[in-house]
């Protein structure tokens, strides 16, 4: 069973940086592509940004394109998201998914595990 858990959420102000984590176990970190998602209340889960396996290709949601960052350390089974000049509009709870496959994937449905989703609070 792969578990997914995120960690670094936190409430800050506007222009702050934050960095996400999510640490994989229960199988090989590594024949994974991986995805970073949010939902905001009263709105559908969004795709933010994903990052395929071996050749680390990622891919960017339009509204975080310039300040978010996805990456991974596979040695580490850990996938990470650096979060720069944090909007109000970013305010959120963010979750990290995972597929076993090679490419990248933007739609929720096509990963198959998921974390328990970590707060992120931007106050103006």
């Known amino acids: 069973q792969v578990q997914l858990v995120e960690s670094g959420g936190g409430l800050v102000q506007a222009g702050a940086s934050l960095r996400l984590s999510c640490v994989v176990s229960?199988?090989?970190?590594?024949?994974?592509?991986m995805g970073w998602f949010r939902q905001a209340p009263g709105k559908e889960r969004e795709f933010i940004a994903t990052?395929?396996?071996?050749?680390?290709?990622?891919h960017y949601a339009d509204s975080v394109k310039g300040r978010f960052t996805i990456s991974r350390d596979d040695a580490k089974n850990t996938g990470y998201l650096q979060m720069s000049s944090l909007k109000p509009e970013d305010t959120a709870v963010y979750y990290c998914?995972?597929?076993?496959?090679?490419?990248?994937?933007?739609?929720?449905?096509?990963?198959?595990?998921w974390g328990q989703g970590t707060q992120v609070t931007v106050s103006s």
């Open positions: 998914a995972a597929v076993q496959g090679g490419g990248f994937y933007m739609l929720s449905a096509s990963y198959h595990y």
């Open positions: 229960g199988r090989t970190f590594s024949t994974y592509a």
């Open positions: 990052i395929s396996r071996s050749d680390m290709s990622t």
